[in-house]
């Protein structure tokens, strides 16, 4: 039922930051699981980092150290600091939700961050 929509990417130099906003059209407080996602061309879809209601997090080894996921419930948004930019982190970034047993929720657009050399 609730709707999430991604923005903030763009294009930027490797070393910089970006922060990414998941906006959600509902209520998130009692969403079990946020999370990021991203694919790059020609590759499988993966996941970025994630964030129970509970305040547990994952962060995929890639990313450890440069990109931190918080959740404000408050006002439905999810956000994704990424720095230390590097051209691998190329991608088109998603959000998605997954309450307790059940499954992710459909993808949207994502929001496209390229990173140059």
């Known amino acids: 039922q609730v709707q999430l929509v991604e923005f903030g990417g763009g294009l930027v130099q490797t070393g910089d930051s970006l922060r990414l906003s998941c906006a959600a059209s509902g209520s998130i407080f009692n969403v079990y699981v946020m999370a990021w996602y991203r694919q790059a061309p020609g590759k499988e879809r993966e996941l970025v980092a994630s964030?129970?209601?509970?305040?547990?997090?994952t962060i995929a080894t890639s990313v450890k150290g440069r990109f931190t996921i918080s959740r404000d419930n408050a006002e439905n948004t999810v956000y994704l600091q990424m720095n230390s930019l590097k051209p691998e982190d190329t991608a088109v970034y998603f959000c998605?939700?997954?309450?307790?047993?059940?499954?992710?929720?459909?993808w949207g657009p994502g929001t496209q961050v390229t990173v140059s050399s």
């Open positions: 998605n939700k997954r309450q307790r047993g059940s499954t992710w929720g459909a």
């Open positions: 964030m129970t209601n509970e305040g547990s997090t």
